[in-house]
C-alpha cells in the first residue's frame, strides 16, 4: 500500500498525525509518522547547526534555532523557509512556545527573546541578560519562564514584561568539575 504521507505531500496537505523531526548539522528531517520511515521532508537553509527546534499544529508548523545565529519558520506543506530571524549575535540553542499565547521565547548568549507568531514578529527581550550560554527554556500556564545556563544559572522570568524575578545557582555535586553545574534541559509540570 502507498504510504499516507506521501499522498499528504502529493496534495499538499497537513499531516494530521505526529510528524516526528530530527536534525544533523544544518538539516532538518521530517519523517513520515505513518511507520514507513521515509522521508517526507528534508528541510535545509541553516548554514550551520541547528540546536533547538519546535513543533505546532498551526502555521508555522517547525520553528528552528541554529549556530548560525538565525531562527527559521518553515512551512511544512512546501518544505520552505516562511520567514528567517536575525535578531539574535550568538546561537540560538533552546527555544519555547507559549501554552496558549501564539507566541514563543528563543534563548542565546547574548539575551533572551520574545516573538509573536505566525510571521515572527519581535516584541521584546528580556530586561537584563543572563550571563551565560542558555541552553534550555521553558514556558508555564502562569506566564512564567524559566531559562537554564551552562553556569548552572536558572532564571526566572514574567513572561509578559520581561522581568527576572528569582535567580537561582545549581550546587555543583562533590567530587565533580564546575563544568557539570550546567542546565541543559527544562521543563514544567502540566497540571
Not at 32 to 37: D, E, L, S
Not at 99 to 110: L, R
Request: charged share 15%.
Amino acid at each position: 500500500a502507498p504510504c499516507t504521507a506521501r499522498r499528504y505531500k502529493a496534495e499538499g496537505m497537513q499531516l494530521e498525525a505526529q510528524h516526528y523531526l530530527h536534525c544533523r548539522r544544518p538539516l532538518i528531517n521530517a519523517t513520515c509518522p505513518f511507520g514507513c520511515g521515509l522521508q517526507v521532508h528534508c528541510l535545509s537553509g541553516h548554514d550551520q547547526t541547528v540546536c533547538s527546534i519546535l513543533s505546532q499544529a498551526g502555521d508555522p508548523q517547525v520553528i528552528t534555532g541554529s549556530h548560525d545565529s538565525t531562527i527559521r519558520l518553515w512551512d511544512l506543506r512546501t518544505a520552505k523557509t516562511m520567514s528567517t530571524l536575525t535578531f539574535h549575535k550568538k546561537s540560538v540553542r533552546a527555544m519555547a512556545l507559549h501554552p496558549f499565547e501564539h507566541a514563543f521565547g528563543s534563548a542565546s548568549a547574548d539575551n533572551i527573546k520574545k516573538f509573536a507568531l505566525p510571521r515572527g514578529e519581535f516584541l521584546h527581550n528580556t530586561l537584563i541578560p543572563q550571563r551565560a550560554i542558555v541552553n534550555a527554556m521553558a514556558i508555564n500556564q502562569d506566564n512564567v519562564m524559566v531559562t537554564g545556563g551552562d553556569n548552572g544559572s536558572l532564571w526566572f522570568w514574567d513572561w509578559t514584561s520581561g522581568h527576572c524575578f528569582q535567580q537561582n545557582e545549581t550546587l555543583v555535586q562533590p567530587g565533580s568539575l564546575e563544568a557539570e553545574a550546567g542546565i541543559n534541559a527544562a521543563g514544567f509540570d502540566v497540571r
